[in-house]
């Protein structure tokens, strides 16, 4: 009898690579996953890092250098032109190795902004709720909903095999800028119009997640995963 059940408790649980699909048609289902499992942070944080990978190493290993250090002294020369021939001495000097270096300090840098995301809403959480959660609780809601975003990567890898024109830089097909303002890199709203309209997706995620995880109001939910948001795109406006 205990066999039985503990066989049909073991066939009921949902498994993990079905929360893949069921965080974008079904989030309850993988938010609940990611809250009696957060150890299954691994799996979202892995595709995320892949997919950047295999779009950024693609790119730093095919692009073409002359035409990436030209771009680079144009962008330097209209944003400071007093330091741009010292620039330019630099940048000519930079190898391919130099932009897959970079390459990989971005993917350590995603793997930070996650953790610090997760610390974030962990101690929103500590303010706004007596019972609060633990960190890697906290850490496994920032990775999932963070999925979306992989879209993002895996329509940049199709358009960057499809264009007969590669960019000189990587560039993200899904940002306010690319689809709407086409901004230059020199341009003051340039920055800012590099958010991506994914990340109306994630906000919109983790807002039902914390209405789901911690019965708040849709208001509230909806102002702590909007906060940090303003935050870093108030200082890229400003300075």
Do not use: C
């Amino acid at each position: 009898m205990n066999l039985a059940n503990s066989e049909s408790e073991t066939t009921s649980k949902p498994k993990l690579l079905s929360q893949i699909v069921n965080i974008f048609v079904a989030p309850s289902q993988a938010l609940d996953y990611a809250r009696q499992k957060p150890g299954s942070w691994w799996l979202p944080l892995g595709i995320l890092l892949v997919l950047n990978a295999i779009f950024s190493f693609w790119w730093a290993l095919t692009v073409n250098l002359n035409a990436f250090h030209m771009e680079q002294m144009r962008v330097m020369t209209r944003m400071n032109p007093e330091h741009a021939g010292q620039f330019g001495h630099y940048i000519m000097h930079q190898g391919r190795g130099s932009l897959i270096f970079g390459v990989a300090i971005g993917l350590v840098v995603l793997v930070i902004i996650e953790l610090i995301f997760a610390l974030y809403l962990f101690l929103a959480d500590k303010l706004l709720s007596a019972d609060n959660k633990g960190y890697g609780q906290w850490f496994s809601f920032t990775t999932w909903t963070s999925l979306p975003a992989a879209l993002g990567f895996i329509a940049g890898i199709v358009a960057f095999a499809v264009s007969k024109h590669p960019s000189v830089r990587p560039t993200d097909v899904t940002s306010l800028n690319t689809l709407f303002f086409h901004f230059k890199p020199w341009d003051h709203l340039y920055k800012i119009t590099q958010f991506s309209i994914l990340n109306f997706w994630v906000i919109g995620l983790m807002t039902y997640g914390l209405k789901r995880w911690r019965n708040h109001s849709t208001g509230k939910a909806l102002a702590i995963a909007l906060a940090p948001y303003v935050v870093v795109y108030l200082i890229m406006y400003l300075v």
